[in-house]
């Protein structure tokens, strides 16, 4: 597993299954998150599945995540979860990986 540091804590993350989009797809529609929301939820849902130990809710997650460097940030993460924040799941672009 790997890990990654958001804010002062340490996580550890792995890949995401085509599963837990499935639940965090319908928890968009459900809780109507916005795409703002929806990113970092996506993140925090990946946190509370690999660390069970996490108790954060989406807003209380928020608070800790830096703004500096963000974008370096979701792209790790990104990396380690298996989607890619600008290009959707996979990292797939227009069919090409």
């Not at 958001?6 to 797809?25: F, N, R």
């Not at 509370?48 to 989406?58: A, I, R």
């Not at 979701?74 to 996979?90: A, C, R, S, T, V």
Request: zero cysteines; charged letters at 40%.
């Amino acid at each position: 597993m790997a890990k990654v540091k958001i804010g002062k804590k340490e996580y550890e993350l792995e890949s995401l299954s085509s599963l837990d989009l499935k639940k965090v797809e319908k928890e968009k529609e459900d809780k109507k998150l916005t795409d703002y929301d929806y990113s970092y939820y996506v993140i925090l849902y990946a946190v509370k599945k690999f660390n069970g130990d996490v108790k954060l809710t989406l807003d209380e997650f928020m608070e800790e995540f830096p703004i500096k460097d963000i974008n370096k940030k979701f792209e790790e993460i990104g990396k380690i979860i298996g989607l890619d924040f600008k290009m959707g799941i996979g990292g797939l672009e227009d069919g090409k990986t």
